[in-house]
Protein backbone atom coordinates (compact mmCIF):
# COMPACT_ATOMS: atom_id res chain seq x y z
CA UNK A 1 0.00 0.00 0.00
CA UNK A 2 1.64 3.39 -1.05
CA UNK A 3 0.97 6.12 1.56
CA UNK A 4 0.48 9.49 0.53
CA UNK A 5 -0.03 11.90 3.68
CA UNK A 6 -1.30 15.55 3.02
CA UNK A 7 -1.25 18.71 4.95
CA UNK A 8 -4.83 19.61 4.68
CA UNK A 9 -8.17 18.40 2.70
CA UNK A 10 -7.62 20.67 -0.33
CA UNK A 11 -4.33 18.87 -1.02
CA UNK A 12 -5.66 15.21 -0.50
CA UNK A 13 -8.25 16.06 -2.81
CA UNK A 14 -5.35 17.43 -5.36
CA UNK A 15 -3.32 14.44 -5.36
CA UNK A 16 -6.28 12.36 -6.22
CA UNK A 17 -7.31 14.22 -8.97
CA UNK A 18 -4.31 13.89 -10.45
CA UNK A 19 -3.78 10.12 -10.05
CA UNK A 20 -7.22 10.34 -11.68
CA UNK A 21 -6.63 12.87 -14.33
CA UNK A 22 -3.32 11.39 -15.42
CA UNK A 23 -5.34 7.46 -16.20
CA UNK A 24 -7.99 9.62 -18.32
CA UNK A 25 -5.06 10.48 -20.39
CA UNK A 26 -3.49 7.54 -20.50
CA UNK A 27 -5.80 5.50 -20.94
CA UNK A 28 -9.57 7.65 -22.85
CA UNK A 29 -11.78 4.77 -22.37
CA UNK A 30 -10.77 4.26 -18.86
CA UNK A 31 -13.17 2.67 -15.94
CA UNK A 32 -13.43 4.33 -13.22
CA UNK A 33 -15.49 3.11 -10.01
CA UNK A 34 -16.84 6.51 -7.98
CA UNK A 35 -18.06 7.02 -4.56
CA UNK A 36 -20.40 9.25 -2.74
CA UNK A 37 -19.96 11.13 0.31
CA UNK A 38 -18.08 14.14 1.41
CA UNK A 39 -14.72 13.05 1.48
CA UNK A 40 -14.22 12.83 -2.47
CA UNK A 41 -16.50 16.47 -3.37
CA UNK A 42 -13.07 18.56 -3.63
CA UNK A 43 -11.82 15.65 -5.92
CA UNK A 44 -14.43 15.97 -8.11
CA UNK A 45 -14.11 19.52 -8.07
CA UNK A 46 -10.65 19.62 -9.18
CA UNK A 47 -11.45 16.91 -11.89
CA UNK A 48 -13.94 19.47 -12.56
CA UNK A 49 -11.50 22.70 -12.94
CA UNK A 50 -9.53 20.05 -15.63
CA UNK A 51 -12.38 19.22 -17.82
CA UNK A 52 -13.05 23.14 -17.84
CA UNK A 53 -9.59 23.98 -18.55
CA UNK A 54 -9.32 21.21 -21.50
CA UNK A 55 -6.18 19.38 -19.37
CA UNK A 56 -8.94 15.84 -19.55
CA UNK A 57 -12.07 14.74 -21.39
CA UNK A 58 -14.53 12.55 -20.10
CA UNK A 59 -15.98 11.85 -23.22
CA UNK A 60 -14.67 7.89 -23.28
CA UNK A 61 -14.93 7.26 -19.95
CA UNK A 62 -17.30 4.52 -18.13
CA UNK A 63 -18.04 5.22 -14.22
CA UNK A 64 -19.63 2.63 -11.56
CA UNK A 65 -20.15 3.69 -8.68
CA UNK A 66 -20.20 1.64 -5.15
CA UNK A 67 -23.62 2.07 -4.07
CA UNK A 68 -27.14 3.51 -3.87
CA UNK A 69 -29.70 3.72 -1.06
CA UNK A 70 -32.29 0.77 -1.29
CA UNK A 71 -35.72 1.77 -1.75
CA UNK A 72 -35.11 5.06 -3.67
CA UNK A 73 -35.38 7.11 -6.64
CA UNK A 74 -33.10 8.09 -8.78
CA UNK A 75 -34.49 11.56 -8.68
CA UNK A 76 -34.61 12.07 -4.86
CA UNK A 77 -32.22 14.95 -3.46
CA UNK A 78 -30.22 12.30 -1.05
CA UNK A 79 -30.14 9.15 -3.84
CA UNK A 80 -26.32 8.76 -5.03
CA UNK A 81 -27.44 8.83 -8.74
CA UNK A 82 -28.56 12.64 -7.73
CA UNK A 83 -25.43 13.19 -5.82
CA UNK A 84 -22.94 12.51 -9.10
CA UNK A 85 -25.23 14.36 -11.44
CA UNK A 86 -24.86 17.06 -8.93
CA UNK A 87 -21.26 16.91 -7.94
CA UNK A 88 -19.50 15.66 -11.28
CA UNK A 89 -21.36 14.10 -13.92
CA UNK A 90 -23.44 17.73 -15.14
CA UNK A 91 -20.55 19.41 -14.82
CA UNK A 92 -17.97 17.44 -17.53
CA UNK A 93 -18.35 16.04 -20.49
CA UNK A 94 -18.96 12.74 -19.92
CA UNK A 95 -21.57 10.74 -21.80
CA UNK A 96 -24.83 10.33 -19.63
CA UNK A 97 -25.17 6.92 -20.73
CA UNK A 98 -21.68 5.76 -19.88
CA UNK A 99 -22.35 6.75 -15.68
CA UNK A 100 -24.15 3.77 -14.02
CA UNK A 101 -25.12 3.28 -10.05
CA UNK A 102 -26.98 0.69 -8.80
CA UNK A 103 -30.75 0.67 -9.68
CA UNK A 104 -32.50 1.79 -6.07
CA UNK A 105 -35.93 0.88 -7.13
CA UNK A 106 -35.56 -2.74 -8.76
CA UNK A 107 -37.72 -5.31 -7.72
CA UNK A 108 -35.53 -7.88 -7.74
CA UNK A 109 -32.34 -6.83 -5.61
CA UNK A 110 -30.67 -10.10 -6.79
CA UNK A 111 -31.01 -9.77 -10.26
CA UNK A 112 -30.01 -6.38 -9.98
CA UNK A 113 -26.17 -7.11 -8.54
CA UNK A 114 -25.37 -10.25 -10.54
CA UNK A 115 -26.16 -7.88 -13.66
CA UNK A 116 -24.00 -5.10 -12.22
CA UNK A 117 -21.15 -7.53 -11.70
CA UNK A 118 -21.57 -8.69 -15.14
CA UNK A 119 -21.68 -4.96 -16.46
CA UNK A 120 -18.36 -4.89 -14.99
CA UNK A 121 -16.68 -7.34 -16.13
CA UNK A 122 -18.13 -7.19 -19.91
CA UNK A 123 -17.03 -3.44 -19.94
CA UNK A 124 -12.91 -4.92 -18.79
CA UNK A 125 -13.19 -4.26 -15.38
CA UNK A 126 -12.62 -1.44 -13.16
CA UNK A 127 -9.02 0.24 -14.07
CA UNK A 128 -9.21 2.58 -10.80
CA UNK A 129 -11.86 2.31 -7.81
CA UNK A 130 -12.28 5.35 -5.46
CA UNK A 131 -13.41 4.50 -1.91
CA UNK A 132 -14.20 6.56 1.04
CA UNK A 133 -13.65 4.98 4.56
CA UNK A 134 -16.32 4.92 7.73
CA UNK A 135 -15.29 5.20 11.36
CA UNK A 136 -16.11 1.58 11.86
CA UNK A 137 -13.75 0.93 8.87
CA UNK A 138 -16.64 0.24 6.30
CA UNK A 139 -15.76 0.67 2.75
CA UNK A 140 -18.98 1.22 0.24
CA UNK A 141 -21.28 -0.29 2.37
CA UNK A 142 -19.96 -3.22 3.58
CA UNK A 143 -20.35 -3.16 7.19
CA UNK A 144 -17.91 -5.00 10.52
CA UNK A 145 -19.39 -8.24 10.12
CA UNK A 146 -18.73 -11.99 10.57
CA UNK A 147 -18.88 -12.40 6.86
CA UNK A 148 -18.71 -10.12 4.40
CA UNK A 149 -20.65 -10.80 0.83
CA UNK A 150 -18.40 -11.08 -2.31
CA UNK A 151 -20.62 -9.56 -5.13
CA UNK A 152 -22.60 -6.84 -5.50
CA UNK A 153 -25.71 -6.98 -2.95
CA UNK A 154 -28.52 -5.35 -0.85
CA UNK A 155 -27.11 -4.92 2.82
CA UNK A 156 -28.99 -3.28 5.95
CA UNK A 157 -26.91 -0.33 6.91
CA UNK A 158 -25.65 -0.33 10.76
CA UNK A 159 -26.83 2.53 13.32
CA UNK A 160 -24.06 4.20 13.44
CA UNK A 161 -24.13 4.48 9.35
CA UNK A 162 -27.31 5.41 9.87
CA UNK A 163 -27.05 8.32 12.57
CA UNK A 164 -23.50 9.28 10.14
CA UNK A 165 -25.59 9.93 7.16
CA UNK A 166 -28.78 11.09 9.08
CA UNK A 167 -27.01 14.67 8.51
CA UNK A 168 -28.18 14.57 4.91
CA UNK A 169 -32.07 14.02 5.41
CA UNK A 170 -34.57 16.15 6.81
CA UNK A 171 -34.50 13.37 10.12
CA UNK A 172 -33.13 10.24 10.60
CA UNK A 173 -36.09 8.71 10.33
CA UNK A 174 -35.73 9.17 7.13
CA UNK A 175 -32.69 8.17 6.19
CA UNK A 176 -32.91 4.66 4.36
CA UNK A 177 -32.10 1.43 6.10
CA UNK A 178 -30.86 -0.41 3.49
CA UNK A 179 -28.46 -0.20 0.49
CA UNK A 180 -26.85 -1.76 -2.49
CA UNK A 181 -23.34 -2.03 -2.29
CA UNK A 182 -20.09 -3.60 -3.96
CA UNK A 183 -18.95 -6.58 -2.58
CA UNK A 184 -15.46 -6.56 -1.22
CA UNK A 185 -14.77 -8.86 -4.03
CA UNK A 186 -16.01 -6.76 -6.44
CA UNK A 187 -13.72 -4.10 -4.82
CA UNK A 188 -11.08 -6.11 -5.09
CA UNK A 189 -10.90 -6.86 -8.57
CA UNK A 190 -10.45 -2.88 -9.50
CA UNK A 191 -6.77 -2.71 -10.74
CA UNK A 192 -5.91 0.41 -8.53
CA UNK A 193 -7.73 1.46 -5.51
CA UNK A 194 -7.34 5.17 -4.31
CA UNK A 195 -8.45 5.42 -0.34
CA UNK A 196 -9.08 8.56 1.16
CA UNK A 197 -9.83 10.05 4.39
CA UNK A 198 -9.54 12.94 6.32
CA UNK A 199 -10.56 13.99 9.62
CA UNK A 200 -9.42 12.87 13.15
CA UNK A 201 -12.67 10.84 13.27
CA UNK A 202 -11.22 8.32 10.71
CA UNK A 203 -7.70 7.96 12.47
CA UNK A 204 -8.92 4.52 14.66
CA UNK A 205 -10.20 3.60 11.19
CA UNK A 206 -6.62 4.06 9.58
CA UNK A 207 -4.98 3.07 12.29
CA UNK A 208 -6.36 -0.94 12.08
CA UNK A 209 -6.02 -0.65 8.06
CA UNK A 210 -2.56 -0.27 8.62
CA UNK A 211 -1.75 -2.79 11.23
CA UNK A 212 -1.10 -6.57 10.76
CA UNK A 213 -4.08 -8.23 10.79
CA UNK A 214 -6.91 -8.57 7.82
CA UNK A 215 -10.62 -9.01 9.50
CA UNK A 216 -14.23 -8.82 8.57
CA UNK A 217 -14.42 -6.43 11.65
CA UNK A 218 -12.74 -3.90 9.65
CA UNK A 219 -13.82 -4.42 6.02
CA UNK A 220 -11.07 -2.07 4.92
CA UNK A 221 -8.38 -4.25 5.92
CA UNK A 222 -8.72 -6.63 3.08
CA UNK A 223 -6.95 -3.89 0.86
CA UNK A 224 -3.94 -4.67 2.41
CA UNK A 225 -4.48 -7.97 0.04
CA UNK A 226 -4.62 -5.86 -2.94
CA UNK A 227 -1.30 -5.20 -5.10
CA UNK A 228 -2.38 -1.59 -6.21
CA UNK A 229 -3.45 0.98 -3.43
CA UNK A 230 -2.95 4.04 -2.68
CA UNK A 231 -3.84 5.60 0.67
CA UNK A 232 -4.46 9.41 0.70
CA UNK A 233 -5.34 11.13 3.78
CA UNK A 234 -4.65 14.36 5.55
CA UNK A 235 -2.19 14.45 8.80
CA UNK A 236 -5.58 14.43 10.97
CA UNK A 237 -6.49 11.02 9.75
CA UNK A 238 -2.86 9.73 9.43
CA UNK A 239 -2.04 11.30 12.82
CA UNK A 240 -4.74 11.55 14.91
Known sequence: MKI???ENYQEMSSRAAEIIADLVKAKPSCVLGLA?????VGMYRELIAKTAAGEISFRDVTTYNLDEYY?????????????MNE???SHIDIDPERTFVPNGLTENPEEEGAAYDAAIEAAGGIDLQV???GQNGHIAFNEPDEALIAGTHITALTEDTIDANSRFFASRDDVPTRAFTMGIGSIMKAKKIILLANGANKHAAIAQMLD???TTACPAT?????ADVYLICDTAAYNG
Open 4 to 6: IVC
Open 36 to 40: TGSTP
Open 71 to 83: PIAPTHEQSYRYF
Open 87 to 89: NLF
Open 131 to 133: LGI
Open 212 to 214: DKI
Open 222 to 226: FLKAH
